[in-house]
């Protein structure tokens, strides 16, 4: 069974870089099939999506958010991560990583989740 | 940006009732790009319906999905219990985006 794990700091002040990494376990990474992508939800609020990458590298971005953002990927230890610069107070959510898959484009499998909270 | 519109807001029905939700696009999205997630409170999305109308594995057959163009929607023919939840569509087009999410309460 596939499991995503997202991990990293849970606390960011501002203007500062949030970093979470998501370890992928039971599949590849490198599956030709699917996306890896980042998600987050504002307390209360609904769902948006910040970017995915592919095993290659290849990376998609939400366009609101593409100036701050950076996905990468470590195919060696199946993993891929986020960077989130120059944070505020609106970056605090609970951040997602999770897998997309091609063709019908959803996300099927999911991490837990982690609050990051950005605050001095 | 395609921009998804749910409603109503808040369902507030009974076990056993008949929910019908809507997804309203501000653009056509192709039915093949279309999802509907599930979640509950403290526990990450769930996915229920992709393409439309195709039920993810696993999910039950109460649950169904239709719609095309800029007008989609969820059915739960017969409410369970543990079927009180937000639900979320999801579209791609020239990007990704979620609808704002409906509430269905007891």
Redesign the interface.
Known sequence: QLQLQESGPGLVKPSETLSLTCTVSGGSISSSDNYWGWIRQPPGKGLEWIGSIYFSGSTYYNPSLKSRVTISVDTSKNQFSLKLSSVTAADTAVYYCARLTFGNVYFDYWGQGTLVTVSS | ?IVLTQSPGTLSLSPGERATLSCRASQHVSS??L?W?QQKPG?????LI??AS?R?TGIPDRFSGSGSGTDFTLTISRLEPEDFAVY?C?Q?GS???????TKVEI
């Open positions: 940006e093949t790009y999802a997630y526990q990450a999305p769930r996915l992709y393409g195709n993810a979320s999801q791609y990007s990704l985006t979620f609808g704002g999410g």
